[in-house]
């Protein structure tokens, strides 16, 4: 059972445009929603994460919105460029005892010079 | 600070051979984790341990998979023997502790094609 379902599987913005990326998950219990960033090679990293207790979360270019009723977050990348050009995975976890990150399939971003 | 180590970066080898990685955490690190993402995929948790002690290993195929972590610190993950569906990136992570209140921290993978 795919907890969080991640769309779209891939995205193509120009430089300088607004990259969206959207999560929906099932689990209610779930209270901690990161998102990563993952270049060619590299492990994934943290990039910003938000908690369902505010709606939207910002930090420079990138923001998460945030929607408890639906069950869905999204992130936002403001005046893409092309060194965002990776792949984007949202995650979800509970905060009880030794819970686990669960993981969207990634969204590979391409920001067109 | 030192990111979280791993080695080999890559492996190739035919089925029904065994292999084994490697990951040095963070030092301080307490938890840690090994993960499987296959191509086109998120990251899959395999096993976490809690100092040296396994605390989540219930989407490990311990028929062939296993993993250790002695004195708390290193960590090994063997697969033995191997099939071709095991063809991924095996990613390790280490956190402070348990929870969302501690990021996890990835290390770079070792990629395994199994022909």
């Known amino acids: 059972q795919q907890q969080v379902k991640q769309s779209p599987q891939s995205l193509i913005v120009q430089k300088g445009g607004i990259s969206i990326i959207n999560c929906a998950y099932e689990?209610?219990?779930?209270?901690?929603f990161p998102w990563y960033q993952q270049f060619p090679g590299k492990g994934p990293a943290l990039l910003i994460a938000?908690?369902?207790?505010?709606s939207e979360k910002k930090e420079g270019r990138f923001t998460i919105s945030f929607n408890k009723s639906a069950k869905q977050f999204s992130l936002h990348i403001m005046d893409s460029q092309p060194g965002d050009s990776a792949t984007y995975f949202c995650?979800?976890?509970?905060?009880?005892?030794?819970?686990?990150?669960?993981f969207g399939k990634g969204t590979m971003l391409l920001v067109s010079p | 600070e030192a990111g979280v180590a791993q080695s080999p970066r890559y492996k190739i080898i035919e089925k029904r051979q065994s292999v084994a990685f490697w990951c040095n955490p963070i030092?301080?690190?307490?938890?840690l984790y090994w993960y499987q993402q296959i191509l086109g995929q998120g990251p899959k948790l395999l096993i976490q341990?809690?100092?040296?002690?396994?605390?989540?290993d219930s989407q490990l195929p311990k028929d062939r998979f296993s993993a250790e972590r002695l004195k708390g610190v290193d960590s090994t993950l063997k697969i033995q023997p191997a099939k071709l569906e095991d063809s991924a990136v095996y990613l390790c992570?280490?956190?402070?502790?348990?929870?969302?209140?501690?990021?996890?921290?990835f290390g770079p993978g070792t990629r395994l094609t199994v022909t």
């Open positions: 030092s301080g690190h307490a938890t």
């Open positions: 689990n209610t219990a779930f209270d901690y």
């Open positions: 938000i908690r369902p207790d505010v």
């Open positions: 341990f809690q100092n040296n002690g396994v605390v989540d």
């Open positions: 992570a280490s956190s402070l502790g348990v929870g969302s209140t501690y990021e996890q921290y």
């Open positions: 995650a979800a976890r509970m905060n009880s005892g030794y819970s686990t990150l669960t």
